[in-house]
Nanobody, 120 residues
Framework: VQLQAYGGGLVQAGGSLRLSCVYS????????MGWYRQAPGKQRDLVAS???????EYVDSVQGRFTISRDNAKNTLILQMNSLKPEDTAVYYC???????????????WGKGTLVTVSS
């Protein structure tokens, strides 16, 4: 199983970015997926999550600005980020909790991060 995140970059405050995470490989069931971020010198924190039935949750600081979604036909997890602020600057990671086959328990799989930099 592989997850590949991309779409980061440099943007001015108030701008938008769209992150994508493409997942591939042998996947039996995906329980939930999420986007995390890690700012310099800080721990990695959850930003947004989406369950298998489409239920979404957001950390308070991004509520109303970020939208998480899944395109199951394209095996892609998306994070639309609007009204970006300098404090959103971080490396963003995607994660999937999934089972690769019916006999395996669910486990967390991480993609490599993509850097988002928001200038003031």
């Amino acid at each position: 199983v592989q997850l590949q995140a991309y779409g980061g970059g440099l943007v001015q405050a108030g701008g938008s970015l769209r992150l994508s995470c493409v997942y591939s490989g042998r996947i039996f069931r995906i329980n939930d997926m999420g986007w995390y971020r890690q700012a310099p010198g800080k721990q990695r924190d959850l930003v947004a999550s989406i369950t298998s039935d489409g239920t979404t949750e957001y950390v308070d600081s991004v509520q109303g600005r970020f939208t998480i979604s899944r395109d199951n036909a394209k095996n892609t997890l998306i994070l639309q980020m609007n009204s970006l602020k300098p404090e959103d600057t971080a490396v963003y990671y995607c994660k999937a909790r999934l089972s690769p086959n019916p006999a395996s328990p669910s486990a967390d799989y991480w993609g490599k991060g993509t850097l988002v930099t928001v200038s003031s």
